[in-house]
């Protein structure tokens, strides 16, 4: 378990996680309940974190079924929607990395991080502008 988090299927075949320390819980939770298996959505979340951390935004938020995941130059905050609200505060380089084996989980292949990115980018009408962090050769 690298760095506390792991991303597997279960049975069933959807995506679980699990933590070692508990710290990671609340952002992986939000991944695999919130995103599910729609990867563009990771890109999402890695973009809105782009949006305030080069001054383009102030605060960008992003809300699923489980959590809301707001992001400000100090850092990724993920709240629960459930009856027990509780946060979680991520520095923005933990959640950039968690957000990013999360994507690789669910795209292992260049062809399928490639596939994801189009959609990103035909859904948004613009180019991604975190190519870079998706390690892609073109």
């Given at each position: 378990?690298?760095?506390?988090?792991?991303?597997?299927?279960?049975?069933?075949?959807?995506?679980?996680?699990?933590t070692r320390?508990?710290?990671?819980?609340?952002?992986?939770?939000?991944?695999?309940?919130?995103?599910?298996?729609?990867?563009?959505?990771?890109l999402e979340?890695?973009?809105?974190?782009?949006?305030?951390?080069?001054?383009?935004?102030?605060?960008?938020?992003?809300?699923?079924?489980?959590?809301?995941?707001?992001?400000?130059?100090?850092?990724?905050?993920?709240?629960?929607?459930?009856?027990?609200?509780?946060?979680?505060?991520?520095?923005?380089?933990?959640?950039?990395?968690?957000?990013?084996?999360?994507?690789?989980?669910?795209?292992?292949?260049?062809?399928?991080?490639?596939?994801?990115?189009?959609?990103?980018?035909?859904?948004?009408?613009?180019?991604?502008?975190?190519?870079?962090?998706?390690?892609?050769?073109?």
């Amino acid at each position: 378990m690298q760095d506390g988090i792991e991303f597997q299927r279960n049975q069933y075949g959807a995506p679980s996680v699990a933590t070692r320390n508990g710290h990671f819980r609340a952002l992986g939770s939000q991944l695999v309940s919130d995103i599910q298996t729609y990867a563009p959505d990771c890109l999402e979340l890695l973009q809105c974190i782009d949006d305030v951390t080069s001054g383009r935004s102030a605060y960008e938020e992003f809300e699923g079924n489980s959590a809301v995941v707001r992001c400000t130059p100090d850092g990724v905050t993920v709240e629960s929607l459930g009856p027990v609200p509780s946060g979680t505060t991520y520095t923005v380089d933990e959640a950039r990395d968690v957000i990013l084996r999360y994507f690789d989980f669910l795209a292992p292949s260049p062809a399928e991080k490639k596939r994801h990115l189009a959609t990103w980018e035909g859904e948004n009408g613009r180019p991604f502008p975190g190519r870079a962090l998706l390690r892609l050769t073109d």
